[in-house]
């Protein structure tokens, strides 16, 4: 499966932004979906996750309350609300799919899109 992220951007500390992966290739409903955020000189860390029929979704501690993973399967695409954004936000984001149901760790998704920055400034 081949994944698009996009929506990244430059916004205030308090701010929101709306991030999309959109999927193409493969049934994408067939999916478990996760985002996960890279800053300079840190590890890839996991961020949110949803199951292939979201019914099941999953967070990280830094961002639970703040962040709302959701997807659209008629339009293969998940996305990844964010508000309550802080400065250590600030990283590029990833969306991953994978169909094995471990949802915490990059190395348990197949697949990856390209990242899309966001910055957030204080």
């Known amino acids: 499966v081949q994944l698009q992220a996009s929506g990244g951007g430059l916004v205030q500390a308090g701010g929101s932004l709306r991030l999309s992966c959109s999927a193409s290739?493969?049934?994408?409903?067939?999916?478990?979906m996760g985002w996960f955020r890279q800053a300079p000189g840190a590890e890839r860390e996991f961020v949110a996750a949803?199951?292939?029929?979201?019914?099941?979704?999953y967070y990280a501690d830094s961002v639970k309350g703040r962040f709302t993973i959701f997807r659209d399967n008629a339009k293969n695409t998940v996305y990844l609300q964010m508000a309550g954004l802080k400065p250590e936000d600030t990283a590029v984001y990833y969306c991953?799919?994978?169909?094995?149901?471990?949802?915490?760790?990059?190395?348990?998704?197949?697949?990856w899109g390209q990242g899309t920055q966001v910055t957030v400034s204080s």
């Open positions: 991953a799919a994978d169909r094995r149901g471990r949802y915490y760790y990059a190395a348990d998704y197949a697949y």
């Open positions: 290739g493969r049934t994408f409903s067939n999916y478990n």
């Open positions: 949803i199951s292939w029929n979201g019914g099941s979704t």
